[in-house]
């Protein structure tokens, strides 16, 4: 209802930034309730608003949103197309945080095949980069749980524990996923 409000007001003061962020949430409602159908209708109206006016932060948000609905509907190529173009609207204007978003994504994508796990890893590393740089812990440690169960998927323990540890301690730092973590790690002593 608010964001319905907002899409008329928006409109009528021919604010296209507003009426993107209004859109962008009526499609998120959706989102949460898997009707894909209605999300991209209006994710994709959102992303239009922030086309016409050159928003690239609100472009590389919705890509990537857009992408994350491709992954939940199984379509992973179309789903890395938007996340590689969220990447540089993001690199475009530095926002790292999108980037390590939509790296940990691009990794959950090739982390589904063996014969991508090294992409998989790489993707990840780069999110642990620059989470580690922003100081984003709960980023850091998903990342490193997510190569940890890579590892442990070869069969390399001694480097999945390492990255599960790791993400223990950013996680602890955090007050995050610690019982995640700590399952994984008691997953591998056992």
């Known amino acids: 209802?608010?964001?319905?409000?907002?899409?008329?007001?928006?409109?009528?003061?021919?604010?296209?930034?507003?009426?993107?962020?209004?859109?962008?949430?009526?499609?998120?409602?959706?989102?949460?309730?898997?009707?894909?159908?209605?999300?991209?209708?209006?994710?994709?109206?959102?992303?239009?608003?922030?086309?016409?006016?050159?928003?690239?932060?609100?472009?590389?948000?919705?890509?990537?949103?857009l992408g994350a609905v491709y992954y939940s509907r199984g379509d992973d190529p179309r789903a890395l197309e938007y996340y590689l173009e969220s990447i540089k609207y993001a690199q475009k204007i530095g926002n790292k945080s999108r980037m390590a978003t939509a790296h940990t994504n691009i990794g959950a994508i090739y982390a589904k095949e063996e014969a991508t796990y090294d992409l998989a890893r790489d993707n990840y590393n780069k999110c642990i980069e620059i989470s580690e740089e922003l100081g984003r812990k709960d980023a850091l440690g998903t990342a490193s749980l997510n190569i940890g169960q890579?590892?442990?998927?070869?069969?390399?323990?001694?480097?999945?524990?390492?990255?599960?540890?790791?993400?223990?301690?950013?996680?602890?730092?955090?007050?995050?996923?610690?019982?995640?973590?700590?399952?994984?790690i008691g997953g591998i002593y056992s």
């Open 150 to 184: 890579l590892y442990r998927k070869e069969g390399n323990l001694d480097s999945a524990l390492e990255y599960f540890e790791k993400g223990l301690a950013a996680f602890e730092e955090v007050g995050g996923n610690i019982a995640t973590a700590l399952n994984f």
């Open 1 to 65: 209802v608010y964001s319905q409000k907002a899409i008329d007001l928006a409109t009528n003061l021919d604010q296209k930034e507003d009426l993107g962020y209004a859109l962008k949430n009526i499609g998120l409602s959706y989102y949460f309730k898997s009707d894909f159908d209605e999300v991209l209708k209006y994710w994709n109206e959102s992303l239009n608003a922030f086309r016409d006016i050159d928003d690239s932060k609100g472009i590389s948000n919705l890509l990537n949103n």
